[in-house]
């Protein structure tokens, strides 16, 4: 019968390439390390490439306490050192110097979903699945960023594995370009 024809029996064909996207090893801070998933060390590392969809969700869990930012940046933003918008006007996130944020125990879940599909832009941030706070302007191409010092160290999930919290209705997590998956 040729190539063209199956022989009837079932085969698994894979994607091409993991649709969700990684931690970068290029965009952080020397002293933060990357194995997989986990974070841990001193200062900032970026997602592998900005969001390009409408609703992106991704999650991390901490392993290790101490102090930590987790949200959106910019490329240029400066990876050294503490990412706030009081400290950095091109990252919006939420850090542990936040009231609700206090005495973040191993296990826990802090979540960041950004919605681009209106204007202005909004950033809302959960606690184990809890809502926390919400900001509202981010308008640039943005990035997930985690940054970690104090001896924290943290599983950051983008959405290749089960959630530890279900992401909002409407949301999904932060993937490549659609037009790569063709």
């Given at each position: 019968?040729?190539?063209?024809?199956?022989?009837?029996?079932?085969?698994?064909?894979?994607?091409?390439?993991?649709p969700?996207?990684?931690?970068?090893?290029?965009?952080?801070?020397?002293?933060?390390?990357?194995?997989?998933?986990?974070?841990?060390?001193?200062g900032?590392?970026?997602?592998?490439?900005?969001?390009?969809?409408?609703?992106?969700?991704?999650?991390?869990?901490?392993?290790?306490?101490?102090?930590?930012?987790?949200?959106?940046?910019?490329?240029?933003?400066?990876?050294?050192?503490?990412?706030?918008?009081?400290?950095?006007?091109?990252?919006?996130?939420?850090?542990?110097?936040?009231?609700?944020?206090?005495?973040?125990?191993?296990?826990?879940?802090?979540?960041?979903?950004?919605?681009?599909?209106?204007?202005?832009?909004?950033?809302?941030?959960?606690?184990?699945?809890?809502?926390?706070?919400?900001?509202?302007?981010?308008?640039?191409?943005?990035?997930?960023?985690?940054?970690?010092?104090?001896?924290?160290?943290?599983?950051?999930?983008?959405?290749?594995?089960?959630?530890m919290?279900?992401?909002?209705?409407?949301?999904?997590?932060?993937?490549?370009?659609?037009?790569?998956?063709?």
């Open positions: 019968m040729g190539c063209c024809f199956s022989s009837g029996e079932p085969t698994e064909v894979g994607p091409a390439f993991d969700v996207i990684g931690l970068s090893s290029k965009n952080k801070a020397p002293t933060v390390t990357v194995q997989g998933s986990t974070i841990s060390g001193s900032s590392v970026l997602a592998e490439m900005p969001v390009l969809q409408d609703k992106a969700y991704f999650e991390t869990t901490v392993v290790t306490p101490g102090s930590f930012a987790i949200g959106f940046a910019t490329k240029d933003s400066p990876l050294d050192g503490v990412l706030s918008q009081d400290t950095c006007a091109t990252a919006w996130t939420l850090t542990h110097k936040l009231k609700v944020m206090e005495g973040v125990a191993p296990g826990e879940v802090v979540g960041c979903a950004l919605d681009q599909g209106d204007y202005p832009v909004s950033l809302r941030f959960y606690q184990n699945g809890l809502p926390v706070t919400e900001q509202r302007g981010p308008v640039t191409e943005s990035t997930p960023v985690i940054e970690l010092s104090d001896g924290a160290k943290v599983v950051c999930n983008f959405g290749a594995g089960s959630w919290h279900k992401p909002v209705s409407g949301f999904e997590g932060v993937i490549k370009s659609r037009s790569l998956l063709g």
